[in-house]
Structure formats: C-alpha cells, structure tokens
Nanobody, 126 residues
C-alpha cells in the first residue's frame, strides 16, 4: 500500500517562499499521477497542482498559476511544490495525493486520487 509523507510546511511572511515535499517511503509511485490539494479552516478542500507520472503534463489552480511550480523526482519517489510570492490566502493544510490511471481531464478532482498524506501546515502572515 502506498504511504505518503508531506514535509516543508511552516510559518512565513507574505512574499516569502516555501518548498513542500511529498515522499513515498515504500516507493512504487513513479507511475502514479501526483497532486497537491489544500484546505483552509472552514473551507472545502481545493485543488492546487498536479503532475502526470511521466512529468510531461501539469495542471495548476488559477489562484496559484505563475507562483507555484510542481515537479517530481521519479528515481527517489519524491514530489515537490515550490511556492513563491506566498499570500495570506495561501494559508492552509496542504495534502499530497497519488493515483494511478487518472486521465488528464480528472487531474483536478480529488475523487480521482487513491492515496493521501496527513498534510502539512502552511501559514502566511501579512
């Protein structure tokens, strides 16, 4: 079974950067689509970014496009979310997700993912 572990969250000032990591200690995610979702207090969980197993196709939420970058290291079974120019409304718990057989049109849907990490807190102060 796939286990996912997020790390890299923290408390920063608006305009700062953070890089989140998602690792699979047991491996076996190199052929999975990987995604990032986030949930703020009192809000529904929302899509942030995703990357295909091949690394050739990516998707971003409109609110983060141009500020966030997603990448993966298939050999080390790790995915990254580089977050630049952070804003206060980026504050949320960020979750890593993985799924296999996800078509491109479903990459933004949390329902398409089979495995989830426990989340890492990102707090951005104005």
């Amino acid at each position: 079974q796939v286990q996912l572990e997020e790390s890299g969250g923290g408390s920063v000032q608006a305009g700062d950067s953070l890089r989140l990591s998602c690792a699979a200690p047991g491996g076996a995610i190199s052929t999975y689509t990987m995604g990032w979702f986030r949930q703020a207090p009192g809000k529904e969980r929302e899509f942030v970014a995703a990357i295909r197993w091949s690394g050739g196709a990516t998707a971003f939420a409109a609110s983060v496009k141009g500020r966030f970058t997603i990448s993966r290291d298939n050999a080390r079974t790790t995915m990254y979310l580089q977050m630049d120019r952070l804003q206060s409304d980026d504050t949320a718990v960020y979750y890593c997700a993985a799924g296999r057989g996800i078509i491109i049109s479903s990459m933004r849907s949390e329902r398409a993912y089979d495995y989830w990490g426990q989340g890492t807190q990102v707090t951005v102060s104005s």
